[in-house]
């Protein structure tokens, strides 16, 4: 094929492709026509994409961009403290018996619940049995003596000082059969609380004195624990607020309790104040003496709040987007706290400046935005977003 035919046919080809891309990419239209050939596409029938858009309703080549944007929502900023205590049955007792003698009767296992009054151990007693029958018998004496004189008394037969010796005797006596009963009642070494009874110390046969101790009891039902926090929450924290538990040991979980007791005074050494929290411990998983790690969250001050989608970054750190008289401006932020629904930041907001959440790829500084949607709609739900551990 000659030279001249071949060129002739790569410049149809030229031409023909040229002619596809304008029709189908209006942005190809618009480039031929800026090199002088809109003529040659208006012979063809390919109108220009502003006249295009135009008649077909859309919008118009160098319009506005669309965005959608909302007015920053306010939230507090969450203020979490967190400290290490050590729980505590709400009663706890260490048994001791009050009087030294010989075990000889164990009525409870380690581990064992117990209630207030039972009776743990018995001690020997035959001293204070033989006692108390001796008291009873001089009771019944003194007793027996009174009633013989007032029968003689209407005769003339006994005088009133008689009566009034013989009424002190009887009175004695009772006395005597009431320390009698008391001593004999210490042989038995009884509960003094309801709770759980630990690891007893004594078997029969055992010799115990007035500082053995027995068991120690805990009534575990709740536990408190103490712990400490910095000085700053004088004020601040009070009895009822929340608390959330979890025991350093692992695998019981996050436990909810509250504040039951503040101290009246920070400590001079650490500067912090001691706090008590209760846990209730209905399905006995806790024990006394666990390391708690305890958190506290307590609501701070108020900050603006956006959505996550409008936070944007760049080499001076993170801006948003905002519309104000109809254009667009970058506004640098500091993120304070941040979740998955909400960025709490510091920003130099104005009153009505919108956020824009959806477009920002498209915004320049300066540029008009056109917004749509519900563009005062609040982003951000009111409240504190997840707290930050101090």
């Known amino acids: 094929m000659a030279m001249w035919k071949q060129l002739s046919l790569s410049v149809v080809v030229l031409i023909a492709a040229l002619i596809g891309s304008a029709a189908l990419l209006p942005a190809a239209n618009l480039a031929l026509r800026g090199v ?45 403290v967190a400290a290490i205590g050590d729980g505590q049955a709400i009663r706890a007792v260490t048994v001791l018996p009050e009087t030294p003698g010989r075990v000889t009767e164990v009525l409870v296992q380690s581990g064992q619940r117990v209630q207030e009054g039972d009776v743990l ?9 033989i006692a108390l029958e001796r008291a009873r018998l001089m009771q019944d004496d003194a007793r027996a003596a009174l009633e013989r004189l007032q029968q003689l008394q209407g005769s ?26 008391f001593d004999l009642s210490l042989r038995e070494i009884r509960a003094p609380v309801a709770g759980w009874i630990g690891i007893l110390n004594a078997e029969v046969g055992a010799q115990v004195t007035t500082t053995t101790e027995i068991a120690d009891i805990d ?9 400490r926090l910095p000085e700053r929450m004088v004020g601040r924290i ?9 025991a350093l040991a692992g695998g019981l979980g996050s436990i909810t309790g509250v504040v039951s007791a ?15 929290a209760r846990l209730e411990n209905g399905d006995d998983r806790l024990r006394a003496g666990m390391s708690f790690a305890i958190s506290v969250d307590l609501p701070g001050e108020p900050a603006p709040a956006v959505d996550p989608l409008s936070v944007q970054w760049s080499r001076d750190g993170a801006f948003v987007w905002v519309v104000r008289d109809g254009a667009a ?12 629904t909400a960025v709490m930041v510091e920003a130099d907001f104005l009153p009505g400046d919108l956020v824009i959440v959806e477009g920002v790829q498209a915004v320049r500084p300066g540029a008009p935005v056109e917004v749509r949607g519900e563009a005062a709609t609040a982003g951000a739900s009111e409240g504190a977003v997840t707290p930050a551990k101090l």
């Open 121 to 129: 151990l018995r001690l020997d007693s035959e001293a204070e049995t």
């Open 262 to 276: 503040v101290d009246n005074r920070v400590d001079l050494t650490s500067r912090t104040l001691r706090v008590q």
């Open 36 to 80: 002088g050939l809109g003529p040659v596409l208006d012979l063809v029938g390919l109108a220009a994409p502003e006249a295009e858009s135009a008649e077909g309703g859309g919008r118009a080549a160098g319009a506005a961009p669309m965005v959608v944007a909302r007015a920053p929502g306010e939230a507090r900023i969450a203020d979490r």
């Open 329 to 340: 401006e970058r506004l640098s932020v500091r993120i304070l706290q941040r979740s998955e």
């Open 219 to 227: 009534d575990r039902s709740v536990l408190l624990v103490d712990f």
């Open 238 to 246: 009070a009895p009822g607020d929340p608390v959330t538990a979890e």
């Open 156 to 181: 003339g037969a006994s005088t009133a000082v008689q009566l009034r010796e013989a009424e002190l005797a009887l009175r004695q006596a009772e006395l005597e059969v009431r320390q009698a009963e």
